[in-house]
């Protein structure tokens, strides 16, 4: 299955929802970033948590940014979102390795640890929209559940999953997001709750072919459900060499200065995608020249 996200909404607009299945984008970030079973579904959750609450995004150059800061070996991890479904991201510590859970399952919580999620909207305003609360078990979906409650007042349910094969290449991956509207009544939140007793965790609906309509047709069961959108989403990184130089620059001459006393050229990856950028001498010395000119 094609990577997708999509919006629907249920009991006449009393319930807004987003599901998405990211395997390509969650394999992806492994393969860039090299990344431990663990860690892969801790950032295949992030990931996933980031395409949907990107898709809310309404302007073209709007950015959404999920910062988990932690005391798990984790370290922390980054991902951010704009609203067409492009999705980057990446953790501190990629190689964790950690005895699974008690339940067989891949430790998340243990990975992660306690901390701080931070939400940031970058809209193009001065300041960007910053939301922050702290972790609550360090799973994903959970902690952003208790933020969307405490931070935006929004009554939501989050299910969120990464399955991995035997190879530890990533099997299935994706999520779903409901928000109670604030004018829902007391009938149509019951029936949500029902609903979500009901249901099986994420990666093994999508596991048995249950597409991500399927699944908010499950989540939204006898909600009169109507899907409003449709959107492709991908893991999706737009470094360049330009930008890297502008970074570069970014460290100061004297560090350039080192580099070219050394007289070996450098590589320097991107944070978000791994991808590695090669500057020889002369080409810092170059930059070096501009940087002095600017
Ligand atoms: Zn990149």
């Known amino acids: 299955m094609k990577d997708y996200l999509v919006k629907a909404t249920a009991a006449n607009a009393q319930v807004r929802a987003f599901s998405a299945t990211t395997r390509q984008m969650a394999e992806t970030a492994r393969k860039n970033h090299d990344t431990s079973p663990v860690v892969t579904a801790a ?41 067409r479904g ?53 799973e994903i979906a959970e902690d952003l559940t208790y933020y969307f409650a405490t931070s935006e007042q929004v009554p939501s349910s989050v299910g969120l999953g990464v399955l991995m094969e035997r190879d530890n290449t990533v099997r299935q991956a994706g999520g779903f ?43 939204l069961e ?30 100061g001459r004297e560090e350039i200065d080192k580099m070219i006393a050394d007289g070996e050229p450098i590589e320097v990856k991107c944070q978000f995608c791994s991808r590695g950028y090669r500057f020889t001498v002369q080409e810092l010395t170059d930059i070096l020249e501009k940087a002095r000119k600017q």
């Open 43 to 83: 950032l295949g959750r992030l990931l996933t948590a980031g395409a949907m609450m990107g898709s809310m995004l309404k302007g073209e150059a709007d950015l959404l940014t999920l910062q988990i800061t932690c005391d798990g070996p984790i370290g922390g991890m980054t991902v951010t979102a704009d609203g």
């Open 222 to 251: 006898g909600m009169d459900m109507q899907i409003t959108d449709t959107m492709d989403v991908e893991f999706a990184c737009s470094c360049s060499k330009e930008r890297v130089e502008k970074a570069l620059i970014s460290i």
């Open 86 to 138: 492009r999705v980057k991201g990446y953790a501190k510590n990629p190689q964790v390795i950690l005895p699974a859970s008690s339940q067989g399952k891949l430790d998340v919580g243990g990975a992660v640890g306690s901390g701080i999620l931070r939400v940031i909207q970058d809209c193009g305003l001065k300041d960007p929209y910053v939301g922050q609360t702290a972790l609550q078990t360090g």
């Open 177 to 219: 997001l409901v928000q109670l509207l604030p004018f829902a009544e007391e009938e149509t939140i019951s029936r949500l709750e029902q609903n979500l007793q009901k249901i099986r965790s994420v990666t093994s609906m999508l596991d048995d072919g249950i597409t991500p309509e399927g699944l908010l047709e499950l989540v």
